[in-house]
């Protein structure tokens, strides 16, 4: 089995519970925000001072005695290992993707008919009991145990199954929507999951895919677990617009809409320089150490991708 990092040396035993190992490194994550701020500032969204800081402050950095030894190996896990440990703190309010995704997803299904509508990689639930509170008959379906558990008890009037997004058991042409949300960036290109989401809906229905912007992805917005003692993130791919919208056009899917919400700004509070604070606050602890360079780095930057999809009538 071929790992997640696409590495051509990098080859796995059958079954893994980890792709492969990252190593992170405090100082990797910061100086990569601050050389994302000076590129905005190369482009003339920021003044000579700005850059004089930001060299004055990677400076620090790289002498810090303290962040010489701060890296760490973490284990990159597939979707069924991470999320049996995520599964008991998934919904907790620090959640930040919860407050930015879902008004955008919720305005599109609000215009829902009653129907039957498939939440498709449902985790604990969140969109099956707001699907279900408008009158909606749905189907939760999501590869992992634990969450199935957690959402059968949250939403007990809906159906759940347990399924794979390239596989889904859902009949052909059986549901009038379906709801995926914050998953597609767990695999590594989500055009067979669109062309199943295609396949099971039935001809006028609507399809809903929000997913973590790959600018995230990139600045390690992928929130980590411990998993048998061990430093763990659940593996996530940066997947562009073209990712998406080419495989769903190729399945007869019609685009109705797009919508990228964005970081709130300031991002996080400031931290004391030289406290990474612990492996389970990156990177967003890391982030608090150099608040000007991170709010410049992160400034209109959107956090999230919304599609609106509509399977047409022959």
Same mark, same amino acid.
């Given at each position: ?10 080859? %796995?035993?059958?079954? @893994?519970? &980890? ?11 910061? =100086? ?13 969204? /920021?003044?000579?001072?700005? &850059? ?10 790289? +002498? ?9 190996? *973490? ?13 008991? +703190?998934?919904?907790? @309010?620090? $959640? ?8 955008? *997803?919720?305005?599109?299904? !609000? ?15 969140? /969109? ?35 399924? $794979?997004?390239? !596989?889904?058991? =859902?009949? $052909? ?5 379906? *709801?995926?949300?914050?998953?597609? +960036? /767990?695999?590594?290109? @989500? ?8 396949? &099971? ?20 917005? &992928?929130? @980590? ?14 997947? /562009?617009?073209?990712?998406? %919208?080419? #495989? ?15 970081? #709130? ?28 360079? +991170?709010?410049?780095? $992160? ?6 991708? *919304? ?8």
């Amino acid at each position: 089995m071929r790992c997640a990092c696409r590495s051509p040396s990098c080859w %796995l035993a059958p079954a @893994p519970t &980890v792709s492969c190992m990252a190593f992170e490194h405090p100082l990797a994550y910061m =100086i990569g925000m601050e050389g994302l701020a000076l590129l905005r500032a190369f482009g003339g969204e /920021h003044d000579a001072a700005f &850059v004089e800081t930001r060299l004055e402050e990677i400076g620090r950095l790289l +002498t810090d005695p303290s962040m010489r030894e701060a890296g760490v190996s *973490v284990d990159a896990l597939e979707t069924v290992t991470g999320y049996r440990a995520w599964s008991t +703190t998934y919904d907790d @309010p620090d $959640n930040a993707a919860f407050g930015l995704e879902q008004p955008a *997803v919720r305005r599109i299904i !609000d215009a829902f008919d009653t129907w039957t509508v498939l939440d498709a990689a449902c985790g604990t639930g969140r /969109h099956t009991e707001y699907l279900a509170a408008a009158g909606h008959e749905v189907i939760g379906v999501d590869s992992s145990p634990e969450m199935l558990e957690r959402a059968r008890a949250r939403v007990p009037t809906a159906t759940f199954r347990l399924g $794979n997004l390239d !596989d889904l058991p =859902i009949a $052909n042409g059986s549901v009038d929507g379906v *709801v995926c949300a914050l998953a597609l +960036t /767990h695999l590594p290109e @989500p055009g067979r999951a669109i062309s199943e989401f295609a396949r &099971v809906l039935r001809p006028g229905g609507q399809l809903v895919i929000s997913d973590i912007h790959h600018e995230m992805v990139l600045r390690g917005s &992928v929130p @980590p677990v411990i998993v048998d003692g061990r430093r763990g993130r659940v593996t996530n791919h940066r997947h /562009h617009a073209c990712d998406y %919208l080419r #495989p769903a056009l190729a399945h007869g899917l019609r685009l109705r809409g797009c919508e990228e919400p964005r970081l #709130p700004t300031p991002h996080g509070a400031a931290q004391p320089a030289g406290t990474c604070g612990p492996w389970l606050t990156w990177p967003w602890s890391l982030a608090a150490m150099i608040p000007e360079a +991170t709010a410049a780095a $992160n400034s209109e930057v959107p956090a999230i991708m *919304v599609w609106h999809f509509e399977k047409p009538h022959t």
